[in-house]
């Protein structure tokens, strides 16, 4: 069974950053996507990143330029670090996993998911 763990959530005044971990254990398989999500009160849970087996990263527009995903395979840890953040940016942060060759962007792709972290940037 896939778990999955976050940390390092706080708050943050705008233009500052934070660096999101992701402990992952469990997975059979190197054969795997995992990305980070997120949700605002109120709103959907919207995709954020995701980092493919092979190391290949993908982020939405919303992100793109200020965050950056990445993974340590020794440590088995995912990784979101975010930089100039936005109030707009304040949400609870999810990693989530799926044995899956291509990664989605599609929550409902995701078969695993962490309790999440929250993320509060103030103005």
């Known amino acids: 069974q896939v778990q999955l763990v976050e940390s390092g959530g706080g708050s943050v005044q705008a233009g500052g950053s934070l660096r999101l971990s992701c402990a992952v254990s469990g997975y059979s398989s190197s054969n795997y996507c995992a990305a980070w999500f997120r949700q605002a009160p109120g709103k959907q849970r919207e995709w954020v990143s995701y980092?493919?087996?092979?190391?290949?990263?993908s982020h939405a527009a919303s992100v793109r330029g200020r965050f950056t995903t990445s993974r340590d395979n020794a440590k088995n840890t995912l990784y979101l670090q975010m930089n100039s953040l936005r109030p707009e940016d304040s949400a609870m942060y999810y990693c989530?996993?799926?044995?899956?060759?291509?990664?989605?962007?599609?929550?409902?792709?995701?078969?695993?998911w962490g309790q999440g972290t929250q993320v509060t940037v103030s103005s």
């Open positions: 989530a996993f799926a044995y899956k060759y291509r990664c989605p962007r599609i929550r409902d792709q995701y078969n695993y």
């Open positions: 980092i493919s087996r092979d190391g290949y990263t």
